[in-house]
């Protein structure tokens, strides 16, 4: 059973950053694509929207329209680790951040496995 854990998120000011990580125990991410997904208040899970995927094969990255040039997805393989750092938050970009993986080496990430969620809040 693959677990996902995350760490990171909190209380930030609009403009402020933010660094979310996802770990996961006995199971190596650096073989799977991972990827963040966000649930707005309101929103239930069918609506969470995707916003970034790391593949595992040539480190390709991808980005939502709505956080493009914002946020950044990396990862550090000696830490088994994968980051979202989040800049230019903004109050809209407030949710419960999830990181998934289904366990394939290639974006995208379509949910098999979710980390517990994260909550971010950004005041203006």
């Known amino acids: 059973q693959i677990q996902l854990v995350q760490s990171g998120g909190g209380l930030v000011q609009s403009g402020g950053s933010l660094r979310l990580s996802c770990t996961a125990s006995?199971?190596?991410?650096?073989?799977?694509?991972v990827g963040w997904y966000r649930q707005a208040p309101g929103k239930s899970a069918r609506e969470r929207e995707w916003?970034?995927?790391?593949?595992?094969?040539?480190?390709?990255?991808y980005y939502a329209d709505s956080v493009k040039g914002r946020f950044f997805i990396s990862r550090d393989n000696s830490k088994n680790m994968v980051y979202l750092q989040m800049s230019g938050l903004k109050p809209e970009d407030t949710a419960v951040y999830y990181c998934?993986?289904?366990?394939?080496?290639?974006?995208?990430?379509?949910?098999?496995?979710w980390g517990q969620g994260t909550q971010v809040t950004v005041s203006s």
């Open positions: 998934a993986t289904d366990a394939l080496p290639e974006c995208p990430v379509h949910g098999g496995y």
């Open positions: 006995r199971f190596p991410l650096d073989s799977y694509a």
């Open positions: 916003i970034s995927c790391l593949s595992s094969s040539d480190g390709s990255t």
